[in-house]
């Protein structure tokens, strides 16, 4: 190899274009606009949620008392906010939610389940768990906590969220008792009926409190199956009739 050559070499080669950049900015335009529209988005809704759960939680204002409903419908129940944890009285129940069905079996007969204990399923799904599920931990839970504050204690609605909580509550127990497959293959279930079993905690032994610990059961009425309740993959293959 020549000087020259050597001195060619030598020379620093210019860098590949867009070397320098890192991040979005790497990005060819067209990936760049989809990435800052997504990131837009991403804003807008978290902005808009943190205005509902302001407005949630504010006082009484002009702006709540024309868009309430809209307000609920976005909070709940997935955003509820509560302070049973830091309650001078905190709950001291233990509260479980039993369903049953009324099928109609494949050969066309009608037979009502037994009582099937959805929350020990759960708690049995958590049990020893390091990880269990927001749905595990929370779902059933929280849907009888909203059915429970939207009606009275004779079960008629209190408000207007009554027939959203009855509609999520039932869509639950639908899809868990579907799981269960009540009444053998191809059965389809037909009503269902929900019950809930609460009894006071026991006070510690050294505790001279005196506590009635005889659970009490709160039973709601039979609710007729629509095919909106049936899971999807369910809805396909069977034929739901309410009556």
């Known amino acids: 190899m020549d000087a020259y050559d050597k001195g060619v070499s030598a ?4 860098a590949p274009p867009h070397a320098s950049r890192v991040g979005i900015a790497a990005l060819s335009f067209r990936y760049q606009l989809v990435a800052a529209l997504a990131l837009g988005t991403v804003a807008l809704a978290a902005c808009a949620h943190l205005a509902m759960v302001f407005l949630h939680v504010a006082p009484s204002n002009t702006v709540t008392k024309q868009h309430g409903q809209a307000i609920d419908e976005w909070i709940y129940p ?17 509260i479980s939610v039993q369903a049953r069905a009324e099928v109609r079996t494949a050969d066309g007969a009608t037979r009502t389940t037994g009582w099937y204990d959805l929350s020990a399923h759960d708690g049995a799904a958590i049990d020893g768990n390091l990880l269990p599920s927001h749905t595990q931990q929370n779902e059933l839970r929280r849907a009888w906590d909203f059915y429970v504050s939207s009606h009275d204690t004779e079960n008629r609605p209190a408000g207007l969220r009554g027939d959203l909580s009855e509609r999520y509550i039932r869509r639950i127990v639908v899809l868990r008792l579907d799981g269960e497959n009540p009444g053998g293959r191809g059965a389809v279930i037909e009503r ?27 039973e709601l009425p039979w609710w007729s199956v629509t095919p909106d309740d049936v899971p999807l993959a369910r809805a396909t293959k069977v034929e739901v009739t309410a009556r």
Request: aromatic share 10%.
């Open 11 to 14: 020379r620093p080669q210019p």
């Open 78 to 94: 997935e955003f509820e906010q509560n302070w049973k944890l830091f309650a001078p009285n905190p709950l001291q129940q233990n």
């Open 192 to 218: 269902v009926q929900v019950r809930s079993r609460t009894a006071n905690v026991p006070p510690p032994e050294w505790s001279d409190e005196k506590i009635d610990t005889r659970p009490v059961f709160r």
